[in-house]
């Protein structure tokens, strides 16, 4: 039997080895065997306990960040990858902090300094102006999303002019995705960029 990851489950949830077995499988019945078992029910137990917690609360669940995508290091040329730390307070509360840095693929020993999130978007805003955008696909999906939230307007309110899209500022708009959207949104305007962008020692720049 080829030991994949769900043969193993199967292995380790078999009451057989503990000396029970259901017959017919399904049917609810079950029968202490007549064979020696190799462990104990308590072990059996325990095991079960592990896997369940194990599966209800992933240990290494994989993360997602909006920026890890768009980067390469500039000092070696590795991706950029992210993690996340957690701030305790005395006071009951926690803040949650977004590092970026070198995935040191290229170069074990790239001395290319990680920077937190709340300090890369101001950088990315800023770059914005000079970025090559794919205008006309951001332009109609904004489009299509406002009109969306016009018409719900329009039929709470009312208001025949709060129907009505005007033009659309597309690089101010990204500028307000880069600092208020979801992961999905930042990646969505991530998709429409043609620049390549460089992560220096806490500096972002054009390629």
């Not at 977004?98 to 999130?117: G, M, Q, S, W």
């Not at 904004?142 to 009109?147: M, R």
């Not at 990204?174 to 992560?199: D, N, P, T």
């Amino acid at each position: 039997m080829h030991l994949s990851l769900g043969n193993i489950y199967r292995i380790l949830e078999a009451h057989f080895y503990y000396g029970r077995f259901e017959f017919p499988k399904g049917s609810g019945v079950w029968y202490n065997g007549s064979h020696q078992p190799i462990i104990t029910k308590e072990l059996f137990d325990l095991v079960q306990e592990k896997i369940k917690s194990q599966v209800l609360e992933p240990k290494y669940a994989q993360k997602e960040f909006a920026f890890t995508k768009i980067m390469t290091c500039g000092l070696c040329g590795s991706g950029i990858t992210a993690d996340e730390k957690f701030k305790h307070q005395k006071n009951g509360n926690t803040h949650r902090y977004v590092y970026y840095k070198c995935t040191r693929i290229k170069d074990h020993f790239c001395p290319n300094a990680l920077i937190n999130e709340d300090d890369l978007i101001p950088q990315l805003q800023s770059l914005v102006d000079d970025l090559d955008m794919q205008i006309v696909p951001l332009r109609e999906k904004i489009t299509e999303e406002l009109k969306r939230v016009k018409k719900f307007e329009h039929m709470l309110l009312g208001n025949k002019n709060s129907a009505v899209v005007k033009d659309i500022d597309i690089r101010n708009y990204a500028k307000f995705i880069l600092q208020e959207g979801s992961v999905e949104e930042k990646r969505e305007f991530i998709r429409c960029l043609k620049s390549h962008i460089v992560l220096t020692d806490r500096k972002v720049s054009l390629r």
